[in-house]
């Protein structure tokens, strides 16, 4: 029976050392391997009826090993999370500490959660922004005059607001979150790079960039969006903001395909998450 210590990190940041005994190592791995016998194909013999003798000269024990932690990891995390009351917003870090043939395996996994708001007098910090502006200046909703003009005016308003609303809250997002989100974007950019023909140096070189200062930027980037969209969703709670199905249904109506239609139903939660969201906006700039 496997064992855990955990320790509490900044950032609503769990870290799990976890302990295997070799034991339940060795009994897994045997598990593992008849599995992967039962899917090894082998000229001479069926799918499934290749003798354990020639089976191990065809499935390394890494191979073995890795089928095994597939397998148990999974669950093991999810028996920890539910023991804990973890509520994880992203995927677990998982590092092998130590797994040496005849020893106790030794793995970590670092969990993280939505982080902790302080939101501040954001409604304090939005009205005085406003009341330093003209009247004239304020975009108001249903007082339109130039169509260019106003959505000039209302995307700097907008734009204020949102700024005022982070700088009178407190944020911290989790390191497991920014990492994850830069190597995403860092894999799609080389990917994007190698398809115009490019190397990553000479893209680097043409941007007047470093992998450092790139990298630097993709954390800013991501940051400031994580941190807007956490704020504002706590701010939807505050206030109690909530998209009541005929809102959803107003908009899945104009949706013509019936196949596409179909898909946004399905995916009806992403779309009231939209909503709440231009939802908590409105609110936030007509304060």
Request: proline content about 3%; overall charge neutral.
């Amino acid at each position: 029976m496997y064992k855990y210590e955990s320790k509490k990190l900044p950032k609503s940041t769990t870290e799990f050392t976890l302990t295997i005994p070799k034991e339940d190592i060795k009994k897994e791995a045997v598990t593992a391997f008849k599995r992967l016998q039962q899917e090894l194909v082998v000229d001479g013999f069926r799918k499934g009826q290749v003798p354990s003798d020639i089976a191990r000269k065809h499935i390394t024990q890494e191979r073995t090993y890795q089928d095994m932690i597939q397998a148990i990891l999974p669950k093991i995390y999810e028996e920890i999370v539910k023991k804990e009351s973890l509520r994880p917003i992203v995927s677990p870090k998982v590092d092998l500490l130590s797994a040496k043939e005849g020893e106790d395996w030794k793995i970590k996994i670092v969990v993280c959660e939505k982080p902790s708001i302080e939101l501040g007098d954001y409604k304090k910090a939005i009205k005085e922004l406003k009341s330093k502006h003209k009247a004239d200046d304020i975009w108001v909703p249903g007082k339109e005059k130039n169509p260019k003009d106003d959505s000039d005016k209302k995307s700097h308003l907008i734009n204020e607001v949102l700024e005022a609303l982070m700088k009178s809250s407190k944020i911290e997002i989790p390191d497991l979150i920014m990492e994850e989100e830069v190597n995403h974007r860092l894999t799609k950019l080389v990917d994007d790079i190698q398809k115009i023909g490019l190397t990553t140096d000479s893209y680097l070189k043409s941007k007047n960039l470093t992998m450092d200062s790139l990298k630097a930027q993709f954390r800013k980037e991501i940051e400031d969006t994580y941190k807007l969209e956490f704020i504002l969703s706590e701010v939807a709670d505050k206030e109690n903001i909530k998209v009541e199905k005929d809102e959803l249904d107003k908009l899945f109506v104009n949706i013509k395909d019936e196949k596409e239609k179909k898909l946004a139903e399905a995916n009806s939660y992403y779309y009231a998450t939209i909503l709440r969201k231009q939802k908590t906006i409105d609110f936030l700039i007509a304060l």
